[in-house]
């Protein structure tokens, strides 16, 4: 079974700061790899996904990740945080058999300082 | 097109009553999912269903029920509250179980005393 872990409970930078949001994941086969933002009271919004190919995606909002196999990493990375940014993100790993599971990690929080 | 909407917002229960959290998407999804949201264990899997008729269970059923009549609806049925399922509850759909986009739902606030 798969699994996944963020290393980062809460996270705070300045806005203007780059940002790097740490995910590892455990899974026997090919993973599809996830990021999910959450606004305070808000769902989960899809940022940026990853089934194969070029290993750094491009997401919405200005976010990228980048897929490295030998590390079991899809850590996820902004080169300059908006205050907008402040949420909770989470990473989630889908298995390969028609991905009608997901697995989540437990989340960062990040925090923008004026 | 609304997404996935999700009601009540929020709720407040006593140990032992029973009480439904509604779920609806009207993007024609056949694949439908509930997700409960705990602190520091990120989303898990309760219950889900591939199509009207089908539902399965996910990685923590026990204390719920769900049924799936049509593909719009997705109810999640608590038939005893207890004060474990106090929990933020997450409705999901996506076009079918091959597709690996899901939309989530606003959430469900739940408090069990």
């Known amino acids: 079974a798969q699994s996944v872990t963020q290393p980062d409970i809460h996270i705070t930078v300045s806005e203007g700061a780059s940002l790097e949001l740490r995910c590892n994941y455990s899974?026997?086969?090919?993973?599809?790899l996830f990021w999910y933002v959450q606004s305070p009271g808000q769902g989960l919004q899809l940022l940026l996904k990853y089934f194969s190919g070029d290993t750094l995606v491009q997401g919405i909002k200005g976010f990228e990740a980048e897929f490295k196999r030998s590390q079991s990493s899809f850590n996820l990375r902004k080169p300059s945080v908006h205050w907008s940014d402040a949420a909770e993100y989470f990473c989630?790993?889908?298995?390969?058999?028609?991905?009608?599971?997901?697995?989540f990690g437990p989340g960062t929080r990040l925090s923008v300082l004026p | 097109n609304a997404g996935v909407t999700q009601t009540p917002k929020f709720q407040v229960l006593k140990t032992g009553q029973s009480m439904t959290l509604q779920c609806a998407q009207d993007?024609?999804?056949?694949?439908m999912s509930w997700y409960r949201q705990d602190p520091g264990m990120g989303l898990r899997l309760i219950h889900y269903?591939?199509?009207?008729?089908?539902?399965d269970q996910g990685e923590v059923p026990n204390g719920y029920n769900v049924s799936r009549s049509t593909t719009e609806d997705f109810p999640l049925r608590l038939l005893s509250a207890a004060p474990s399922q106090t929990s933020v509850y997450f409705c999901?759909?996506?076009?079918?179980?091959?597709?690996?986009?899901?939309?989530f739902g606003p959430g469900t606030r739940l408090t069990v005393l």
């Open positions: 899974y026997g086969a090919t993973p599809y």
């Open positions: 269903s591939v199509g009207a008729g089908i539902t």
């Open positions: 999901a759909s996506k076009e079918d179980f091959l597709t690996d986009t899901q939309y």
């Open positions: 989630a790993v889908g298995s390969d058999n028609y991905g009608q599971n997901f697995v």
């Open positions: 993007m024609n999804h056949e694949y």
